[in-house]
């Protein structure tokens, strides 16, 4: 019974061979010797006798070189955010001067994919303490003022809070109301990854709950915080960071903070540690789930069993 069972198994290693053999020569998987892991013993034997039978020697695992990494050197437009930080932690990993080409390539995706948002607000409700919407701008990669306009809020004004919003009384005159805003601005941050300092606080101001992946927070990132000499655990204020890595004033006067400024701002701390940042984004992504035919780390003794294998390919390897 054990000597039947063997060779039943052996009869299932030949078809998983010859089935292989079928996919290395359409490109639909890797050589043998470029495979991370080692196949069953048992199926290393029966190679290796076969290879001896036909006069030829077994590859040799250790002298096949590593291929190489083969990245385009520019990104569709439409790339997902996912995409866009592979692409970086690739090119990085690939030499001397990696980072102008992460720069290029970074390039044809900046105008459509990076923005930068601040938001102003104002004191509604009891005692003015409920904050919303008075002013809302947008830049884009460049610092460029996309989106710039003055918000009247749902609920009568209490505080203007002028000293931190810069907001008054005559700015509501040409205000626009705030769902008018809202849509106007969810269109714009619409596939977007989107800068901020503290941005959660302007998300709930707009109402609105952007994808993580493609929220960069320069009030939470470590690079940023260690590259000024300062806590990495603090709260760092946006006029902080501006001073020690900028070294420029912002938010600086009696009249108030300038919501273009500060988005500006924070797109130029952003593009300061840009690479670092993706590339450590890109390490964090979760692992595409692995393909039972393709993927290389997956144990392959388990492909032994006819499921596995597409019906027009064991017709063709039979």
């Known amino acids: 019974a054990p000597q039947g069972r063997s060779k039943k198994r052996s009869r299932?290693?030949?078809?998983?061979?010859?089935?292989?053999?079928?996919?290395?020569?359409?490109?639909?998987?890797?050589?043998?010797?470029r495979l991370g892991t080692q196949p069953p013993k048992a199926g290393l034997q029966a190679h290796t006798a076969l290879a001896k039978a036909n006069g030829t020697a077994a590859p040799r695992r250790d002298k096949v070189p590593k291929p190489k990494q083969v990245v385009s050197s520019s990104l569709s437009p439409s790339a997902s955010p996912d995409s866009i930080a592979r692409h970086h932690s690739v090119l990085l990993s690939q030499g001397s001067g990696s980072s102008q080409r992460v720069r290029t390539s970074s390039l044809v995706l900046r105008p459509g994919k990076y923005v930068a948002i601040d938001c102003e607000m104002v004191g509604t409700g009891p005692q003015g303490k409920l904050s919303e919407l008075a002013r809302c701008s947008v830049v884009n990669?460049?610092?460029?003022?996309?989106?710039?306009?003055?918000?009247?809020?749902?609920?009568?004004?209490?505080?203007?809070?002028?000293?931190?919003?810069?907001?008054?009384?005559?700015?509501?005159?040409?205000a626009i109301p705030f769902k008018a805003a809202q849509t106007e601005i969810l269109k714009i941050l619409k596939d977007k990854i989107v800068v901020g300092h503290a941005i959660h606080n302007d998300?709930?101001?707009?109402?609105?709950?952007?994808?993580?992946d493609r929220t960069r927070d320069t009030?939470?990132?470590?690079?940023?915080?260690?590259?000024?000499?300062?806590?990495?655990?603090?709260?760092?204020?946006?006029?902080?960071?501006?001073?020690?890595?900028?070294?420029?004033?912002?938010?600086?006067?009696?009249?108030?903070?300038?919501?273009?400024?500060?988005?500006?701002?924070?797109?130029?701390?952003?593009?300061?540690?840009?690479?670092?940042?993706?590339?450590?984004?890109?390490?964090?992504?979760?692992?595409?789930?692995?393909?039972?035919?393709?993927?290389?780390a997956a144990d392959s003794s388990q492909y032994l069993d006819d499921q596995y294998w597409p019906t027009e390919l064991m017709a063709s390897s039979l």
Request: net charge positive.
């Open 141 to 174: 990669y460049e610092g460029d003022v996309i989106y710039d306009k003055y918000v009247r809020p749902e609920l009568p004004i209490v505080d203007y809070r002028t000293r931190w919003s810069g907001i008054t009384k005559r700015h509501m005159k040409n």
């Open 203 to 212: 998300f709930q101001a707009l109402k609105y709950f952007h994808p993580k």
């Open 12 to 33: 299932k290693h030949q078809r998983f061979m010859e089935r292989r053999a079928v996919l290395e020569q359409k490109g639909l998987l890797s050589p043998r010797g």
């Open 219 to 296: 009030s939470q990132s470590p690079m940023l915080k260690k590259r000024a000499g300062l806590p990495i655990r603090a709260n760092v204020s946006l006029k902080n960071l501006a001073k020690h890595l900028l070294h420029k004033k912002i938010q600086d006067g009696r009249q108030g903070h300038s919501s273009v400024e500060d988005a500006q701002t924070a797109m130029e701390l952003y593009r300061l540690v840009e690479v670092q940042w993706e590339k450590e984004l890109a390490h964090s992504l979760p692992p595409r789930p692995p393909s039972p035919v393709t993927d290389p």
